[in-house]
């Protein structure tokens, strides 16, 4: 079974700034890599399939990169509602999440 | 638009039942695989499996075997967790989403759009 992991586990950052989540997977997993978003108490949002293609009405500020094992999520500015816990999926396998909270 | 509707907070002793629903609508509902997910308070996102709406065919994750079962019905779109001899670490919520996904150049990917709200499932006595 492929385990997914994240870095880091909290990440404090100030609105406007850039935020950048990385995902990892021990083993390959070429370009099968899904990002979500969780704000609490609501359900996972799609953001990011095929690692990199924004999935419909998610802001050009949320990109995801990388392909095989190294995996990145960047908000280039941080806005209020960006504030979340994000998880990074391979097939049915999700990481541990990042908590994006305000520094 | 495409959404996914589940049922309401449940509230179960021990070694009860229970039945989750969630209703798709804005698709053809049995062109897509349904999923279930579970998340325990404060914890990350575990898949508990898939149920291919086409055939009603079931596959479970390790560990969501036995005491848990997937179904269908296709006439109102809808489909069903029931879980079965409930313990207090079933205490968690409970979401649908769909599967999506394509192969191309020898590639497959997948992911699960929309989710249902979740239903919260706790188990106390």
């Known amino acids: 079974e492929i385990v997914m992991t994240q870095s880091p586990a909290t990440l404090s950052v100030s609105p406007g700034e850039r935020a950048t989540l990385s995902c990892r997977a021990s083993?390959?997993?070429?370009?099968?890599l899904a990002w979500y978003q969780q704000k609490p108490g609501q359900a996972p949002r799609l953001l990011i399939y095929?690692?990199?293609t924004r999935a419909t009405g998610i802001p050009a500020r949320f990109s995801g990169s990388g392909s095989g094992t190294e995996f990145t999520l960047t908000i280039s500015s941080l806005q209020s509602e960006d504030f979340a816990v994000y998880y990074c999926?391979?097939?049915?396998?999700f990481g541990p999440g990042t908590k994006v909270d305000i520094k | 638009q495409v959404q996914l509707v589940q049922s309401g907070s449940e509230l179960k002793k021990p070694g009860a039942s229970v039945k989750v629903s969630c209703k798709a609508s804005?698709?053809?509902?049995?062109?897509?695989?349904m999923n279930w997910v579970r998340q325990a308070p404060g914890q990350g996102l575990e898949w508990m499996g898939w149920?291919?709406?086409?055939?009603?065919?079931?596959t479970y994750a390790q560990g969501f075997t036995g005491r848990f079962v997937f179904s269908l019905d296709t006439s109102v779109s809808t489909a069903y967790l029931q879980i079965s001899s409930l313990k207090a670490e079933d205490t968690a919520v409970y979401y649908c989403?769909?599967?999506?996904?394509?192969?191309?150049?020898?590639?497959?990917?997948?992911?699960?759009?929309?989710w249902g709200q979740g239903t919260l499932v706790t188990v106390s006595s």
């Open positions: 989403a769909r599967g999506l996904g394509y192969c191309t150049n020898g590639v497959c990917l997948n992911w699960f759009d929309p």
């Open positions: 804005g698709y053809t509902f049995t062109s897509y695989a």
């Open positions: 149920i291919n709406t086409n055939t009603g065919n079931p």
């Open positions: 083993q390959s997993v070429s370009s099968n």
């Open positions: 095929g690692a990199s």
């Open positions: 999926q391979q097939y049915n396998n």
